[in-house]
């Protein structure tokens, strides 16, 4: 059995993960709020401990331990570079978590684990090229071309989300204009969402809104689309447009037999994949949504070790 762990800026999941690749038991942690890399450990550990306490495993049983860290990851040296929203600045991860558990650790970029899980045992298993589209705050992405993980210079490969695809568009978190995920991440669907409550209140949307308190969120939209909101409908099919623009690009420069959407957005399945699906037409890459969700990084991450 092995230990894949998913570190993310607001929460850290931990998984049992046995040899068929199922994830026995979970656990999890919140990250956000963690100031200093020590309490950032405190959290991962415990998270760690939970898990082997809940399962009844104990750590002699683990034969390695993988995390995927978001971030600028350097898989060869265990060590994360820099990572928004973490207190991790040239953090020797791999070593840190070695020294507590005492066992083979190994890291990598949060997408290219999830992409991992969906390759080795999810809706991409036997498609040896594939790409991973994570959408959420940003847009990450994992490469896998003839069975295995493009890395690129310093594992930097990937950075699908910095793809600019308007010159003229908005300033990405990176510092470049028009970077993909600031028109196409789960973040630039919610700041739509917001503007148009906030100028025009009185729809179905804006209904929606308020019984959140307020609050809106990735489902947000998709609640007032089922009740039949048409501004719901209309913001929507520019967000597919928008979408498609990225997936389109990634269809032509790798010709992958697969494209696997994952993130929080891709639960919505049918109803985000079909007009995706459709405004792309005829093309002989398919074009699917994670079934792992949220275990995908988790199951890739534990056997990262098969890279
Ligand atoms: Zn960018």
């Not at 570190?7 to 999941?13: D, F, I, K, N, P």
């Not at 929203?85 to 020797?92: A, E, R, Y």
């Not at 190994?106 to 080795?120: H, P, Q, R, S, V």
């Not at 300033?171 to 409550?197: F, H, M, N, P, Y």
Request: with cysteine; aromatic share 4%.
């Amino acid at each position: 059995m092995r230990i894949g762990i998913d570190l993310g800026g607001t929460s850290v999941a931990a998984g049992l993960v046995d040899d068929a690749y199922k994830v026995l038991f979970r656990t999890s942690g919140k990250t956000a709020g963690c100031k200093t890399e020590h309490e950032l450990f405190v959290v991962i550990n415990k998270c760690v401990y939970d898990l082997l306490e809940k399962s009844g495993v104990s750590i002699d049983d683990i034969k390695s331990i993988g995390i995927g860290c978001p971030g600028s990851t350097d898989a060869v040296r265990g060590v994360v570079n820099v990572a928004d929203n973490l207190p991790l600045l040239n953090t020797p991860v791999v070593k840190i978590l070695n020294d507590e558990f005492k066992k083979p650790v190994l890291i990598d970029n949060d997408a290219n684990c999830a992409a991992w899980g969906e390759y080795k045992t999810g809706i991409a298993k036997y498609h040896e090229n594939m790409v991973m589209i994570t959408i959420g705050t940003g847009i990450g992405g994992g490469i896998i071309i003839n069975g295995k993980l493009i890395p690129g210079k310093e594992n930097h490969a990937g950075e699908i989300g910095h793809m600019v695809v308007d010159i003229h568009g908005k300033r990405c978190a990176c510092g470049r204009i028009g970077c993909w995920e600031t028109i196409a991440s789960t973040r630039a669907l919610i700041d739509k969402v917001k503007s148009e409550t906030e100028h025009v209140p009185f729809t179905i949307l804006g209904n929606v809104v308020s019984e959140n308190n307020g609050i809106v969120n990735g489902k947000t939209l998709f609640t007032a689309m089922k009740r039949g909101c048409k501004i719901s409908k209309s913001i929507f099919s520019d967000y597919i447009e928008l979408l498609a623009v990225g997936v389109m690009n990634i269809i032509e420069i790798f010709r992958p037999d697969m494209i696997v959407l994952g993130g929080g957005i891709s639960r919505e399945g049918d109803t985000l994949i079909n007009p995706l699906r459709e405004y792309i037409g005829e093309t002989s890459t398919r074009i699917e949504t994670s079934s792992l969700d949220d275990n995908a990084g988790i199951i890739g991450a534990a056997l990262l070790h098969l890279k």
